[in-house]
């Protein structure tokens, strides 16, 4: 897991780095979590990537709940942006990769073609995305070998390398590094529910609080059964105490021990104990 540290000065460059990368390649792959694709993508990302091509890669759809990935895909469509739902650790969905690539980049070289070059050069293409999002794992199953992962610190520097993808598509090797949203809450605790910010950044205990919240008011059923629940109490210091007992997360005191129920939930949601989740839904005001 990376560990970065973002300042104003850090995020200044990361977007410098990821634009002079921009003048090597047709295509960018922003590479977003499918269970919170809003909160896992760099909030200046527009500007950053400017005209661009580029090609939205919802990783992790393993993870997600298909039918809100669904949503997601047609909601971007409906902004005139291709997105495709893929998992880069089993490779699902990374084949139509290159394929799409060359669709998203065909008026560029029919243009090509145009002016008399007759064998146009494979398309190239960048994966850009926050830390965590899965763009090594991403790399490697496009170049079918692993790939030492290198330059995860913004100002890491070596000699870019192109990655042949089949014989359409080449890939510059090192990733796209940028940050997310800082200054929103609710941006933290999805990105730390997930899994992508560390759990020493926010409190253990708040993060499954909101976690519950929201399992709550969308995915009740789970709960339910997950932790043989009768109901669910509206009250959530109620509910962490139902889990709690349920669990036998207790004290030497016998109260229950908060810590451990905030665990249990997180491990549970990450390990998918709970099913596949999306915690950002287009049509979903959380
Ligand atoms: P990077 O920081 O963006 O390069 O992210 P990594 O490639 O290191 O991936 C972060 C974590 O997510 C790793 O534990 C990966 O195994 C995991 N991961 C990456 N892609 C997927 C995916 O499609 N599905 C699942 N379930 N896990 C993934």
Same mark, same amino acid.
């Given at each position: 897991?990376a ?8 995020? +200044? ?17 922003e590479?977003? /979590?499918?269970?919170?694709?809003m ?6 990302? /527009?500007e950053?990537?400017?005209?661009k091509?580029?090609? #939205?890669?919802l ?5 997600? =709940? ?16 291709? +997105?495709?739902?893929? /998992? ?5 969905? #990374? ?9 998203m #980049? ?19 293409? $960048?994966i850009?995305?926050i ?13 079918g *070998? ?6 995860d610190k ?9 990655i042949? #993808?089949?014989?359409?598509m080449?890939? $510059?090797?090192?990733?796209?590094i940028?940050?997310?949203?800082f200054? =929103? ?7 730390a529910?997930t ?8 409190n ?12 709550s ?13 009768? /109901?669910?109490?509206? =009250? ?5 105490e139902?889990?709690g ?6 004290? +030497? ?5 908060y ?9 549970d949601?990450r390990t998918?104990?709970?099913? *596949?989740?999306?915690?950002e +839904?287009?049509?979903l005001?959380?």
């Open positions: 897991m560990t970065i540290q973002w300042f104003p000065g850090h995020m +200044a460059k990361a977007k410098r780095e990821v634009q002079e990368k921009l003048k090597w390649i047709d295509v960018a792959f590479l977003l /979590d499918a269970r919170v694709p909160s896992s993508r760099n909030p200046m990302i /527009d950053i990537l400017g005209q091509p580029r090609l #939205v890669l990783n992790k759809a393993d993870m997600a =709940d298909e039918a809100v990935t669904e949503q997601w895909i047609r909601y971007f469509r409906e902004q005139g942006k291709t +997105a495709i739902a893929i /998992d880069a650790q089993s490779g699902t969905g #990374v084949r139509q990769l290159a394929a799409a690539a060359k669709e #980049v065909k008026d560029k070289f029919a243009k090509m073609r145009a002016k008399g070059i007759k064998n146009p050069r494979p398309v190239r293409a $960048l850009v995305g830390p965590n999002v899965g763009k090594s794992t991403l790399i490697n199953r496009l170049a *070998r692993h790939i030492a992962k290198t330059g913004p100002g890491v520097t070596k000699a870019q390398q192109w042949k #993808v089949g014989k359409e080449e890939l $510059l090797d090192t990733p796209g940028l940050w997310p949203k200054e =929103d809450e609710d941006v933290g605790y999805k990105l529910v899994g992508a910010i560390k759990d020493e950044i926010l253990g205990q708040d993060v499954a609080v909101y976690a519950l919240r929201f399992l008011a969308h995915y009740p059923e789970r709960l339910l059964s997950r932790y043989d629940l009768d /109901d669910i109490p509206a =009250d959530i210091i109620a509910l962490f139902a889990i007992r349920r669990r036998g997360c207790l004290t +030497a005191g016998g109260g229950v021990d810590d451990k129920v905030a665990e249990i939930v997180l491990s949601i998918e104990k709970l099913g *596949r989740l999306s915690f +839904a287009p049509a005001r959380t």
